[in-house]
Every structure is written in structure tokens, then in C-alpha cells.
């Protein structure tokens, strides 16, 4: 097993949770934490989450490369394996000494290495924490780290970051950072795709991810949280970017990506990808933007890049 992360004590998990159990969990926990955050906690839970016994579900797998476009293949998407893991982080922010409520939480970046291959049947063990607790302009900002491990293998074979915000939430010691210059202007490029997002995108991108929060299932639940209508999953635009990106990627890369505005279902979302060489002509990396195919407003950008 590997030495734990600096000062972080391991929480064994028997199984990976259940998403559905945790966003119960936290609808109920959602008052507590916000009426009482005059007093919160400034501080994030020292310890870190891990499953051992962890395997792909090759159906769930499968299910998720079509809906997405990546090519059906053993080895996991970079996206696919996100979603696995996923639960292990949630849990960290279910703890009932996590400061944030885990309700409406906006997905801001995501940055993943894809180290070494992982195949629909090998097992695997899941290490997730906190950390980087940070004001934000618009409210509270935290990154959930997530490691995933061959069974028996200390090398990382897929680490995720994501960083999250909890829009609205401002905590007691957390300096809230100023306005430092102002966004890039973005002209939108020559599309290489449009896709057009239906209303149900979020339920089916929640079919084969697990992630049910009501933000994306149906315009009512998101405007239970504070959205005018329900938005597509980032990690649903970050892993389609992706999949277009095509199998030039290869199975070990880098994938960042930031999300600057919601994509409110339904949608047209405008798409570009310039792939950039080496000297000798090789691809080294992509870089992706995405935009609102009526306003010109652009929803993310990100890079994938050769390991």
C-alpha cells in the first residue's frame, strides 16, 4: 500500500459509495450547512477516502463510448474513468466536516494525466481528498484530488483534479479575491463541429456516469438550485471535446480543461479543435474551444497533450 498523502489519514471505504445515497444525503445536510455557516468550519477534513476492489463495469463503459463517440475499445476513457472514481470524491464532500454544501457545487476546471492504461477488466484502487480551500469572487472554491491505482501498484496509472465552486457561499476567514483584469476576448473560430444538445442530454450523460444532481436532470430541479433551466454536465462537453480529439491521443496524455459558462439545455454548441505538431510532424497536443452557437459566448476551452 502507499504512504498515505502528508498529514491525511486514510478512511477505508468497504465498496464505492452510492452517488444516490450521497446527493440524499446532501439535500438533506444543504440547510445545515448554510444556515450555519456564520460559524463553519474553515478548514478541510484530514483525511482521505480510499476503495480497493475497484473494477470497470464493461456494460456502463460501453454505454458511456457510445453516447460520447469514443471508439469501443478495451482500454477506459480518460472520462469513463473520471466517472468511476467519482464517488470516492463525492464522499469526501458528503463528510459532515466538509465546509461547502455538496448541493449546486459549479464545476470550474478539470485537469487529468492519464499515466498508464487502465482495461475494462482490471482491478483497481481509488485514493480521493480535498484540498486548496480558496475564496473565490463568486463564493468559496475547493479541489477534490482523485488517484487511481493498479491493484497491487504504486504508480498512479489516472489522477484527476477538479476544482469546484460553491457559488454564493462565503466563509468566515476566506479572503475573497478581487477582480484581477478582465476576461480575454474570445472571437469565435471556424467550427469543426456543432452538436446539438437535447433537453435529456443530462439524464443520459447521468445514465452512464451515475451523477444524478438535479442541476442537469430537468429544468424544475435545476431551478430548485438557483438555475434558470437545467445545464449539461462539464465532464459530458470536457469528455465529447475529447472524443473528438480522436485516437491520434493515444492511451497515456494530458487532458485540461476550465468551464467558463453553463451550457443550458437544450443547446447548439459550436466546437473547434487545431491539432499542433512536433517539428518532425508528429501531434503533440489539441487544443479545444467550445462556444454558444447563437451568442458566440464561449463555454470551455482545454488542451490534450502527448505524455
Not at 444516490?20 to 477516502?49: E, F, I, N, T
Not at 483534479?161 to 474570445?186: C, H, I, M, W
Request: neutral net charge; aromatic residues 8%.
Amino acid at each position: 500500500m502507499t504512504a498515505p498523502v502528508s498529514g491525511l489519514e486514510t478512511v477505508e471505504l468497504p465498496e464505492m459509495p452510492s452517488l444516490s445515497r450521497l446527493y440524499v444525503a446532501a439535500a438533506r445536510d444543504a440547510a445545515r450547512k448554510l444556515v450555519g455557516r456564520a460559524s463553519a468550519r474553515v478548514s478541510l477534513p484530514r483525511a482521505r477516502h480510499h476503495v480497493a476492489g475497484v473494477r470497470p463495469d464493461l456494460v456502463k463503459m460501453t454505454e458511456y463510448q457510445t453516447l460520447l463517440g469514443e471508439t469501443k475499445r478495451d482500454v477506459a476513457p480518460a472520462g469513463y474513468v473520471h466517472t468511476l472514481a467519482f464517488p470516492a470524491a463525492m464522499s469526501v464532500m458528503g463528510r459532515e466536516d466538509f465546509p461547502l454544501p455538496l448541493l449546486g457545487m459549479v464545476h470550474l476546471r478539470n485537469s487529468v494525466e492519464y499515466l498508464l492504461p487502465i482495461r475494462y477488466d482490471d482491478l483497481l484502487e481509488v485514493w480521493a481528498w480535498a484540498e486548496n480551500l480558496a475564496g473565490h469572487r463568486a463564493g468559496t472554491q475547493v479541489e477534490l484530488v482523485v488517484e487511481v491505482r493498479h491493484a497491487g501498484n504504486d504508480d498512479v496509472a489516472w489522477r484527476g483534479t477538479s476544482t469546484y465552486l460553491a457559488k454564493g457561499v462565503y466563509l468566515p476567514g476566506v479572503d475573497k479575491p478581487g477582480l484581477n483584469g478582465q476576461r480575454d476576448e474570445f472571437s469565435p473560430p471556424a467550427p469543426t463541429a456543432l452538436w446539438r444538445l437535447a433537453s435529456e442530454t443530462g439524464r443520459e450523460y447521468a445514465a452512464v456516469s451515475g451523477d444524478f444532481n438535479p442541476i442537469h436532470l430537468s429544468s424544475i430541479s435545476a431551478r430548485a438550485l438557483g438555475m434558470r433551466r437545467s445545464i449539461a454536465h462539464g465532464m459530458y462537453t470536457a469528455s465529447r471535446a475529447l472524443a473528438e480529439v480522436g485516437p491520434q491521443k493515444g492511451d497515456t496524455f494530458t487532458w485540461d480543461v476550465a468551464f467558463e459558462a453553463p451550457v443550458f439545455l437544450p443547446a447548439r454548441v459550436c466546437l473547434s479543435i487545431t491539432d499542433i505538431a512536433d517539428d518532425d510532424g508528429t501531434w503533440a497536443r489539441s487544443e479545444f474551444v467550445g462556444w454558444n452557437a447563437s451568442s458566440g459566448r464561449r463555454h470551455f476551452r482545454g488542451t490534450i497533450a502527448r505524455l
